[in-house]
């Protein structure tokens, strides 16, 4: 299995091999983020949403993993996605 996480300028995808039955929380502990991205604050990865290819997961701290499965953790958005269409679609008609 496998822990994404992504900032705009790089990424790391940790491959784990982590104890039957263990948790989408305890995958991302065990990734040791905090470590391969010393520049971000430790709490960032512990408030932080879960995923499982691309869908969010509601108990990530109960989510039971599966062979194959990669958990993302997902970042706040910085800007509202439609605030940045609309925008672009105003400079566009300049």
């Not at 104890?19 to 905090?34: F, Q």
């Not at 470590?35 to 995923?51: C, H, I, K, N, Y």
Request: net charge positive.
């Amino acid at each position: 299995m496998e822990v994404a996480f992504a900032l705009p300028e790089r990424q790391a995808v940790v491959a784990l091999e982590v104890p039957l039955g263990a948790t989408a929380s305890e995958a991302v502990a065990l990734a040791d983020l905090p470590g391969r991205f010393p520049d971000v604050s430790p709490e960032a990865f512990a408030g932080t949403d879960l995923g499982i290819f691309g869908k969010r997961l509601r108990e990530p701290s109960s989510h039971r993993l599966r062979a194959g499965d990669r958990v993302e953790l997902y970042r706040p958005l910085i800007l509202d996605p439609k605030a940045a269409r609309l925008a672009r679609a105003i400079a566009e008609k300049r």
